[in-house]
């Protein structure tokens, strides 16, 4: 039901940048528009696979919250059961990008990120592996 709703807000955008290499053809040249869409399109999918989680969260509500939401209904998953990530189609149209390179750079960007969180952590001096988020660790990977 969300998937015609995401296909019209990128149209949107395809329509804007469709006027962009219009505009090329006559001397104008933009590229920060690109890195504005591509920040608002994640932003869109953020929110929508948290709202989902949030209603699969209370179709199960015995389900942790936190690191099980992560690791359990991930970008892999909400694309293996039809859900077209926004950013991926918008880019898909434009330069042709399979759906599994999308997962692929988004499984690379969370490991980008994570590896920044535990050097930030060792620059303060803190441990990033708390007792604490072990466990919790732990627990999501058994359930």
């Known amino acids: ?16 940048h469709e006027a962009i290499k219009e505009n090329e053809n006559y001397g ?5 528009f690109f890195k504005a869409f591509g920040n608002e399109l994640l ?19 015995n389900q942790r919250k936190g690191w099980l939401m992560t690791t359990k209904w991930n970008n892999e998953y909400f694309a293996g059961i039809g859900l077209i990530p926004s950013y991926w189609y918008y880019y898909h149209k434009i330069y042709g990008f399979s759906l599994i390179s999308y997962i692929q750079r988004m499984k690379e960007k969370q490991r980008v990120k994570h590896a920044r969180r535990i050097q930030r952590a060792k620059e303060k001096g803190k441990e990033y592996y708390t007792p604490d988020r072990v466990r919790k660790m732990y ?3 058994r359930i």
């Open 1 to 16: 039901m969300v998937n015609p709703i995401i296909r019209g807000k990128v149209n949107y955008f395809l329509t804007i």
């Open 28 to 32: 104008f040249k933009s590229q920060c």
């Open 43 to 61: 932003a869109i999918d953020g929110y929508i696979r948290r709202r989902l989680r949030v209603a699969m969260i209370h179709q199960h509500p």
């Open 139 to 141: 627990y999501a990977q």
